[in-house]
Each structure stands twice: as C-alpha cells, then as structure tokens.
C-alpha cells in the first residue's frame, strides 16, 4: 500500500457499537476479552490490546490519532488498519451513514445469517436444522443440573464407574468370546434397537451440554438437528458460556457430553452385568457400552476435530477460536518467510510455532475424515444403485469445502497484499517446493513391498499314492530314513488274493487241456481246432494273472528313492475294523492309530523328500497376490535366526485360494480370521532360495518381503483405501 493510500486511510473516523457487550475471558487475567454481539448472538475474542485500541474507536478521533496514542507499543498503520477491517467485517463497527445505521446492521446480520444457512445447505453431509429454543425447559431443569454437575455427585459416579468397569473387564477376561458373539449376532430387531439406543445417547449428550450451561448460568438457545453424515442426532447451541470468566466451567460445559455418556456407560455396564446372555437387553447394553466408549475416544474426545475435545483443549489451553488462531499462526508464519518480516508472537495467545503445528495435524486430519466419509458415501450409493445422488453429494460437499477455503485465503490474502512486500527470491523457492512435492506425490515411484509370513517346506517333495484299496497292515514312521525300494506301508487285498487263485487255477487247467489236445491232434483234426481256442484262451487268463500279481505287488507300498518320509495330509477313514480303543480321527495314513482302517486307492499316503533341500511358501492375501509375478525378487527373515536376510524368487503361484491356513500358521496376526476362517482369500505362493539357514528344519517360520512394482505416492494411498477403508456389509 503506498504512502499516500495509508495517509487517506488513517485520516478515516470510525465508530465502534456502545450496545456490544464485553466479559472477561479469564478471572487470573485481562489479557483477553468477549465481545458478544446481541443482534447475531456471535462471540468474539480481543486482546487487551485490541479493546483499549476498539474502545477509543469513537467516531470522534481518527485512525491517525489512534495509531499516535499507541506508538511505543509496536502498532503499525497496517496492523490497525487489518485490526478495523476485522471490526468492519464482524459488523462491530457503526455504519457510515449514521441515520440508516439500525436498517443497515439489521441487514447485515440478515444477510450473515443467510449466507450460513447457505453454507449449511451446501454441506448436505453435516446439515443443522434450528428446531426451539429450551430456555424455559433449562429453567425447569436448573435442580437436576445442579446436582448432576456438583464434586460430590461427580465423585461417586467416578468410584462407581472404577468399580463397575472393574466386574465388566473381569467377566470380559472369563467370557471374551461370548462378548465378541453378542457384538456380532445382530439381527434387523437388534440392529434397530441398536439405532434407537444410539439416537438416544446422542440427545442426552447434547442435553447435557445444555444442562452444563443452566448449571453456570450461561443461555442456551438453540436445539436442533444435526445430519452428520446422514445420522440424526441434537445439538445445542453453547456459544453463551465464552462469556465465562472461569476457564474451568467452560471446559466443564465443553466435556459435560463426555460425562453424560460416561454416566451412560456405567448405567449399560450394570444392564449388562446383571442380565443373561441371552436377553436382548444384554446385546443392546452391550452395544451401548461399545458405542459410548468409541464415539467418546475417536469422536468427541479428540481435539483434532470440532467437538467436545477440541473446545476443551481451547479452554484448558486458555487459546479461544484455537482453529482460526491455528490457521492464523500457519497463514503468519509462511507469510513471515516470505516476506523476511519479523513475526510478532504477542498476537496469539500461545506459541505460535505450536498453533501452526497443531493447525497442520488438525487440517490433515479433517481431511482424512471428509475423505473417508465422501468414499463411505459414494460405496454406500453406489451399491444401492443410486450413484449419481452420491457423485452429487460428493462434488457438494467438495465445492463447499473448497470455496470456503478460497475465500479464507482470498480474505487473508487481501488483508497482506497492500501492507508488505513479497521477496522474489523466497516466492519462487516456495514454487519450486510445492512442485516438488507434486512431483514427489503424483510421479515419483517408490519401492514397494508385500509382507507376509511363510512356512518353510521342502523343494522337491515326492508324492507316494496308494495304488490298491486295501486295509493298513503295517507303516513306518514319519521322519524316518529309508532306502530306494524299501516297503513304508502294506495292505491287506483279499479280494485280489482270491482272484489271483481263481485265475492261478484256470490258467493250470487250461495248460492240462493244451498238453491233452497236443496228444490227440496227431490223429484228430478236430482236436488240432480246439487247441487253438484252448492256447488263446490260456494266453488271456496268463495275461490276467500277470496283471493280479503287479496288482498284489503294489499292496506293498515302497520307496521310489532314498530320503526321509513326511506324513501326508490327514483323512478320515472310511472302512474300521472293529478293534477297539483305537483314536479314529484325522490323522495322516502313516499313523498307528490307522492300522487296520480301509485305505483307497489314489490317496495320498506320504511325501519323500531330500534332507537339506528346502524352499518357503508363502501366504499371500488376495489383494497383494494381485501384484505378484513369477520371478519378484523376496527377502527373507526366519524367527531361528533373524539377524540374517536371505534372498530368492518367486518360484510358483498358486491359481487357487488354499481352503485353510497351515497349523503353523493359526493365530498370526498377519491373518486375520472370523470364526476360523479368513476375512478374504488366501494363495499359495512358493519361492526359490538362493540359500537358507544351515541348521533349518520344516515347518519353521519366516518372514517375507516381495518386491513389487514401483509405485507412486499416490498410487499407495489409493490402494490403501481400497483395501482398508471399506464398509462392513
């Protein structure tokens, strides 16, 4: 701004509004005051400073005397002309013409009130709607406010929570898995029980905040409705009680709904302590408990967002409007960089450095949260078959946000653009980063990896089948060493035995025929004919019995090569015989307890494998097995030894999800599992090792690393949505 613009500015008489009304901020301290405006009911905060400055705003001096009254105190023509054009844009300043001055506030405010009903509308993922006002039903209600928010009332319900969440976590640790099937097994009457429960929680929070307000005397007086992601609930308006002195009943106002839903807590608590498991009270209590306790951690209580935590920070704090004084910090601190000027940490009321940083966190946060809900709202429309009423939710929510944005940066833009100058130099060097960072987030590719765990397994298994049906004789032992050839298991074939005979008996006879024949066709033409129908049939039956022998042979299972045994899968038998106390359940054919049992034939009776030769098997989820392929580069980790890292490859992919995890495997936490089965299909992926432990055994644990495809920062993130933030159908 040039010299003579400030000059023409601070020759300008203002007024500031008598019917305004002022309340300190803090009892210990005047360093801040309330401005309370009685046309909006809008609150704002000032500085001592600020006040002595608005206070002489009287219409009767000019800017320029103003600023001379303050000239030891580091106030500049541009820090007071900003200082009355906040004034300005508040409407806490007199209109210029005097005698349309009630008519002109009267519209301003209007139009204030317009435009946030504007605002609401164009949010449609958190809409209010104003309902009454509850003054006269707080007024009834001052007793019970009184004696809900006193020490002693407050006490008790403490030691009564310790005492009963005590009997809840003690009975949670006897009967976790009845508590985790309660949770589940929601049919459509509990789960609209469920709702109704929540919907109540929720109005008696609110009512609380109310209460809390009739309690220190603080007005109330808007109720209504608020849609928050299509989920009704109340709201009450408590912007009266920043008229508080007393930071401590401020937070007290702020947090009065985390109290009432810890009170409702305790009372679902005992519900559910003393009914029986299968009332449906018991479920709706213990829902309830679940409800209060999460919405109390991720919602209310967390001071990333708007709600209770955040407001009791702020008073805790001692920092009113913490999100604008936030943004404010961040907005200062950047301009401050740019323009080389000396930043002036008296104009917050805390540490500039962490209001920015808390302002970041909380900004990242915020967006986390609209994001998650616009892909919440578009799965849940686009699965009802009315995607075009979620895109338009979405492109709402996403113009409001962002015009809001533009118009805080368009309004701190032109409070900085006239008042200090920008240095090239460091403009460009904030260019040059936020491309970078662009670059870094949209194009610039990352290793990517897949972990998972692994089992190792041996590299060349060779499978032994059963080639005859029969009844297990005898076996030999898993883990045992045998010989090439050397039997490992023997059936019983009756039956075959018995054909061997019959067929043994027709060959001997039809050889005594072809000798007798032999004799006779020297004289008899007749019995040279005969012979030959003799000598074919005989040549069938041999063929036959040579066939039962192999057949017979093959009840004696043996190895193909020299190694070591491994059981096989287990199997049920399907034929006992009736010898008793045997254990008959799943067990490997090569087990003891199957002697006796019916073995068919084609099944899987054990594995040899080379000691020493060894590979992993990997279990990959669905999502990542999509990225695989042959030949990825793998590092492993075994938990025998793990200051090493091994190398391999990718060997064989599995083209069906495996039906079960190994034993080994059962409870890792890399596999999630829902009533003994997993959340979402598993595969089979082997890999090669290029070398492994030296004192390495089957069945021992690892952990892999497979390198995927490069991918951009981008890229991740939207996989990580995709495979995490998903609703629960």
Known sequence: MTDDLIHLALSQKVRLRLDIQWYRYAQSSDATWVVRDPLTLEYFHLSELERSIACLLDGNRTLGEVLHQFEGLSVTAAWLLQFVAKLEDACLLVPRKFGDAGRVLWGRSESRRRNSRIQRLLSPLAISIPLFDPTHLLNRLTFPAQVLFSKTFALLA????????????????????????????????????????????????????????????????????????????????????WKLSDRWRRASVAAAGIYVEFLIAIIAAGVWLITSDVSPLHSIAANTMLVCSINTLVVNANPLLRYDGYYVLSDIWNVPNLADQSREATGEIVWSWLTGKKL???????????????????????????????????????????????????????????????????????????????????????????????????????PTFVATRAVTNFSDRSPIFAKQSGVLLDCSPAGRTVQ????????????????????????????????????????????????????????????????????????????????????????????????????????????????????????????????????????????????????????????????????????????????????????????????????????????????????????????????TPQKTAFEMLKRFVDTNIRPAW
């Open 344 to 446: 002036d940490p008296n104009r917050w009321d805390a540490s500039p450095n962490t209001l920015a940083i808390f302002g970041a966190v909380s900004s990242c946060y915020r967006l986390f949260v609209i994001g998650a809900i616009c892909w919440l709202v578009w799965a849940v429309t686009n699965r009802i078959g009315v995607p075009l009423a979620g895109l338009l939710l979405i492109s709402l929510t996403l113009v409001t946000s962002l015009t809001g944005a533009g118009l805080r940066a368009r309004t701190w833009w032109r409070q900085h653009m006239y008042t200090d100058y920008i240095r090239p130099s460091r403009l460009a060097w904030l260019v040059i980063i936020m491309v970078c960072a662009l670059w870094l987030f949209f194009w610039q590719r990352m």
């Open 484 to 707: 090439a050839d050397e039997s490992i298991a023997r059936l019983s074939g009756t039956q075959l035995r018995m054909d061997w005979l019959e067929t043994l008996g027709e060959v001997r006879q039809l050889e005594l025929r072809a000798e007798h024949l032999k004799l006779l066709a020297i004289d008899e033409d007749r019995a040279a004919a005969e012979l030959a129908s003799v000598i074919q049939e005989l040549s069938k039956n041999q063929t036959q019995l040579e066939i039962l022998e192999e057949e017979i042979s093959s009840l004696e299972i043996r190895a193909p090569h020299a190694g070591t045994l491994l059981s096989g899968p287990p199997y049920s038998p399907q034929q006992l015989t009736s010898l008793p106390n045997h254990d008959r359940g799943m067990h490997s054919v090569l087990d003891e307890t199957n002697l006796g049992s019916w073995v068919n034939r084609g099944d899987l009776v054990a594995w040899i494998v080379q000691p020493g030769d060894f590979m992993l098997t990997a279990y990959v989820g669905e999502n990542d097995a999509k990225s695989l392929q042959l030949g990825m580069p793998v590092r492993c980790r075994w938990d025998c030894e793990l200051g090493q890292v091994y190398t391999g490859r990718i060997s064989k992919i599995s083209p069906d999800p495996i039906d079960e995890l190994p034993e080994t495997l059962i409870g890792e936490r890399s596999f999630p599992t829902r009533e003994n089965k997993l959340e979402q299909p598993h595969y089979e992926v082997d890999i090669e090792l290029a070398a492994s432990p030296p004192e390495l055994a089957a069945k021992s644990l690892a952990t892999v690393h497979i390198q």
């Open 158 to 241: 403490f030691l009564s929570g310790v005492s009963i969440f005590y009997l809840v976590l003690n009975r949670l640790l006897r009967e976790s898995t009845n508590f985790s099937d309660s949770l589940l097994a929601i049919d459509s009457s509990r789960a609209a029980g469920l709702l109704g429960a929540y919907l109540c929680v929720k109005s008696i929070h609110e009512l609380g905040h109310a209460l809390a307000c009739r309690r220190w005397n603080a007005e109330c007086h808007e109720v209504g409705v608020l849609l928050l992601a299509f989920m009704p609930c109340l709201y009450c308006d408590t912007s009266d009680c």
